[in-house]
């Protein structure tokens, strides 16, 4: 046994249809469901071109910062429309994805990719419509020795990524939405996304009510108050 340095089977992974119905939902609803405990830091951003949803299953890659030897397997591992999940330590020196190893995940149809680290290539990967989430960008390449595992539990800014968990992400960030749980999350998001699509025409028929914040704030005890 190697400690720090394996390839693990995925077990089990999220439904296709279900990652596809997620797809109509903005990452907000879904956080806000979540009881906004859920996230992938806001140095986690989209450096692909605006408007793109990412949603798949997670192929999870521990790595030393720095090194992408264990991005390079993940993506032969890698099933079409799965989203490999980088946890590379916050890293920002060396770039561990850049235009040549995009064109490989986009040639096997994968779902996207998440860089808890840096990103090189940056217009030309701007330009494009595959999912790329990352924490920074830098010109300096990467190390191609090792160690790194495939499979395993990662963590981003205390947000914990399980092979084949939901990832989603959209202009506003990241997150993980875990299997168990993703039908129940799913129900409730899209009960907020539709009271929220009526908020909207509310709002522009003059209609919406405010009240809740006049009583928030004498529950609260704020003075001044008419």
Same mark, same amino acid.
């Given at each position: 046994?190697?400690?720090?340095?394996?390839?693990?089977?995925?077990?089990?992974?999220?439904?296709?249809?279900?990652?596809?119905?997620? &797809?109509?939902?903005?990452?907000?609803?879904?956080?806000?469901?979540?009881?906004?405990?859920?996230?992938?830091?806001?140095?986690?951003?989209?450096?692909?071109?605006?408007?793109?949803?990412?949603?798949?299953?997670?192929?999870?890659?521990?790595?030393?910062?720095?090194?992408?030897?264990?991005?390079?397997?993940?993506?032969? @591992?890698?099933?079409?429309?799965?989203?490999?999940?980088?946890?590379?330590?916050?890293? @920002?020196?060396?770039?561990?994805?850049?235009?040549?190893? /995009?064109?490989?995940?986009?040639?096997?149809?994968?779902?996207?990719?998440?860089?808890?680290?840096?990103?090189?290539?940056?217009?030309?990967?701007?330009?494009?419509?595959?999912?790329?989430?990352?924490?920074?960008?830098?010109? &300096?390449?990467?190390?191609?020795?090792?160690?790194?595992?495939?499979?395993?539990?990662?963590?981003?800014?205390?947000?914990?990524?399980?092979?084949?968990? /939901?990832? /989603?992400?959209?202009?506003?960030?990241? @997150?993980?939405?875990?299997?168990?749980?993703?039908?129940?999350?799913?129900?409730?998001?899209?009960?907020?996304?539709?009271?929220?699509?009526?908020?909207?025409?509310?709002?522009?028929?003059?209609?919406?009510?405010?009240?809740?914040?006049?009583?928030?704030?004498?529950? @609260?005890?704020?003075?001044? /108050?008419?």
């Amino acid at each position: 046994m190697t400690i720090g340095f394996r390839i693990h089977p995925r077990a089990r992974q999220v439904d296709a249809a279900l990652v596809a119905r997620f &797809r109509d939902l903005p990452v907000a609803n879904v956080s806000d469901v979540m009881s906004r405990m859920t996230a992938g830091g806001a140095r986690l951003r989209p450096m692909h071109r605006a408007g793109v949803v990412l949603a798949g299953a997670a192929l999870t890659v521990k790595t030393r910062p720095g090194d992408n030897l264990m991005i390079h397997k993940a993506i032969g @591992l890698a099933q079409p429309g799965d989203v490999i999940v980088v946890d590379a330590g916050g890293d @920002l020196t060396n770039a561990l994805i850049g235009e040549l190893m /995009l064109a490989q995940m986009v040639k096997r149809g994968l779902g996207g990719i998440v860089i808890n680290g840096a990103i090189r290539d940056s217009a030309a990967i701007g330009a494009q419509d595959f999912p790329v989430f990352a924490a920074g960008v830098t010109h &300096r390449g990467p190390y191609k020795d090792g160690p790194g595992e495939i499979n395993v539990p990662v963590a981003i800014d205390g947000m914990v990524i399980m092979p084949g968990d /939901l990832v /989603l992400g959209d202009d506003d960030g990241l @997150l993980c939405v875990p299997i168990d749980e993703a039908e129940a999350i799913h129900a409730a998001a899209s009960a907020k996304h539709a009271a929220e699509e009526k908020q909207v025409v509310a709002i522009a028929a003059g209609t919406n009510d405010t009240a809740w914040v006049d009583a928030a704030l004498r529950r @609260l005890g704020c003075e001044g /108050l008419d």
